[in-house]
């Protein structure tokens, strides 16, 4: 609770805010806060009335952040990960619970590459480990959230992720996409008409392949999907802030 001599906010409601901002629908991201969706509305409303500002714009059927809801949602989610990094320090300065590392891996990543990278790492005594495995949005919440301490996933400098300067990477692999058709497909149609495999736009790897695309002006596949031939880096991403 933060509290002015105008009132009190909840931190909660800037958590609504932020759930709102991703799901992009007012019944969405009230089921993901399990409240009624009357309520959540309120909530975000009484969050506008402290804050003297209009952060949510009700005019069009997606919900999108005004220019003062994107500055808060930058403020909130920093507000909301110092709050938990604050946590987290002081739990360990108190040694009120065990050594815990928490991962987030995308899926491919969490089983392919994460198992047997984290044997190499293996000490005599090992810290109890946590993975989340998700796709790649979800994954960037959870470290700008401080729920995770380390992010496993694939990178391309063209690629725009969300983390800033308070935020460290590190290459641990190396990984290339190679595109792949069946012999009756290149025997039967030119190579252009192939249906394809896409990745959703959820996902990092799609990030990264509509980068280049888009860096070297080719059209989107017009199959279902697209594989295309570009390596990637697996990267472990942390947030600057107390030692885990």
């Known amino acids: 609770m933060f509290a002015s001599q105008e009132g009190t906010v909840n931190s909660t409601w ?3 805010v932020l759930v709102l901002l991703e799901s992009g629908n007012f019944s969405r ?10 309520s959540f509305s309120r909530r975000i409303m009484a969050l506008e009335d402290w804050l003297g500002a209009t952060l949510i714009d009700r005019s069009t059927h997606t919900v999108k952040p005004t220019p003062a809801g994107e500055r808060f949602k930058d403020i909130a989610e920093d507000l909301l990960r ?4 604050a946590q987290v320090e002081l739990q360990q300065m108190q040694a009120i619970q065990t050594v815990k590392l928490r991962f987030a891996a995308t899926h491919a990543l969490a089983l392919t590459f994460f198992p047997s990278w984290l044997r190499k790492l293996e000490t005599v005594n090992p810290p109890t480990v946590e993975l989340v495995a998700d796709h790649m949005a979800a994954c960037e919440s959870l470290m ?3 729920e995770v301490q380390f992010l496993l996933c ?3 400098e063209l690629a725009h992720t969300r983390f800033d300067q308070a ?8 990984d290339s996409l190679l595109p792949v058709a069946a012999p009756q497909l290149l025997a039967s149609m030119d190579a252009a008409d192939i249906p394809r495999i896409e990745f959703t736009a959820e996902s990092g790897m799609g990030r990264i392949l509509s980068a280049v695309r888009a860096s070297r002006r080719l059209p989107r596949p017009s199959g279902a ?4 031939r570009k390596a990637s ?5 942390k947030p600057r802030g107390p030692a885990t």
């Open 144 to 146: 700008i959230k401080a």
């Open 29 to 38: 991201a009230a089921e993901r806060r399990s409240v009624g969706q009357p």
């Open 225 to 228: 999907a697209s594989r295309t």
């Open 154 to 156: 694939h990178h391309h």
């Open 167 to 174: 935020f460290i990477s590190a290459h641990v692999g190396q």
């Open 14 to 16: 800037m958590e609504d």
């Open 82 to 85: 110092r709050l938990h990094l």
């Open 233 to 237: 880096a697996p990267r472990r991403h």
